[in-house]
DNA sequence: GGCTAACCGGGGCGCACGTTCCGTATAGTA
DNA sequence: TACTATACGGAACGTGCGCCCCGGTTAGCC
């Protein structure tokens, strides 16, 4: 299917990649997506050019660092539900996703901005990503632990929100604030 | 205090500013802040000029389109805190400015974005604001309407959250994502 | 109707940022 | 060591947008 085979990178080349794309996560993260690729590539100790030379867009390079996360959450996702009971998987992994919208200013940008359409642009990951989580709900769901009318779609947004309040919280309780999240996931009493 | 004295405008004048303003608001709220000045005035039918001497500052202008809204909201608070029980009273407010957020676009951007610093560049809205929302909070409280623990912060939050959701909802039932947020709101069974 | 201060439009400036280009340097190989 | 494909850096380009300026127009007043 993808008749192209890709050449083996030079040396400098592999570390220079590694550079910018751990540089970005950081960067990224910290201070969103709105810096500019000239001050990613000062602060990775290379030029603008070879951030292009290995991600055409600054989209591209922010895609490929989602595709990371993901594919790790994913992981942590079947991990938990592997391991922890239903109730505990759902809501470990709740507090997992809902905490990264504190540390992690380009996700939140990412969601909230028009300009990349992450889910578009990695359709098997984020299939990847439903279907664990789906797992872990419709699991916590049987054990009485979530309410039953809820779907993956619904969680998925729920916790879009509650990054956005972390993010945004000025003086509440992030604690308290997730905690009410939580507790309205709760099957009725 | 303000010791400059505001000449009356000229009509033109002042039916210009308030086409600009008309304008601002329908565009913002329905294509985010985004949008170019240029582009505002063009649709109001003015030049960028007129709306600069009208307004210094985009933010200025966005400002001025807030602190009515907000006055609005404010308003309807202190009749829905007179008027209907307590618990109503907090929810059909909470359920008022969350839905602000699936048909306000600039009011999510300002709430997410960087730029605009709204709560501090208009700090007696502000203050008013909370403390209508205080009002409604501590009766529904006292009526066991909301769990007794939640600030008026913490609702706050928890509204911005609710906006981002409705707005960046995907496949989400909006309806059941609010109905979660607001049963975690309900005090401890 | 005439006068003037107030106002208008839209072209233009400056800056920031994404992206490209090309002369130079270097890793890999014989 | 010499040679070449590969990669590097950073100057330069194009675009978009906030904001300013100024020659022309008009509302308000006598």
Not at 69 to 88: C, F, I, M, S, Y
Not at 114 to 143: C, N, T, W, Y
Not at 172 to 186: I, T
């Amino acid at each position: 299917m993808t008749g192209e085979t890709v050449r083996p990178l030079r040396a400098d080349a592999r570390r220079n990649r590694a550079k910018v794309l751990q540089t970005a996560y950081e960067v990224f993260a910290a201070e969103g997506l709105g810096v500019p690729i000239d001050e990613i590539a000062r602060r990775a100790g290379v030029g603008a050019g070879t951030v292009y030379r290995h991600f055409p867009t600054k989209e591209a390079l922010y895609l490929a660092i989602v595709v990371d996360r993901v594919d790790h959450l994913v992981n942590t996702a079947r991990e938990l539900a592997a391991a922890a009971d239903p109730g505990e998987a759902f809501f470990s992994f709740f507090d997992l996703m809902t905490t990264a919208g504190a540390t992690d200013k380009g996700l939140v940008d990412a969601l909230a901005g028009e300009g990349f359409d992450i889910e578009a642009a990695m359709p098997e990951h984020e299939q990847a990503f439903k279907d664990a989580m789906r797992d872990l709900l419709v699991r916590a769901q049987a054990a009485g632990a979530v309410r039953a009318d809820v779907t993956v779609a619904d969680v998925k947004t729920l916790m879009v929100g509650c990054q956005a309040m972390q993010r945004y919280g000025g003086d509440a309780a992030p604690a308290r604030v997730l905690e009410v999240v939580r507790e309205g996931l709760r099957p009725a009493r």
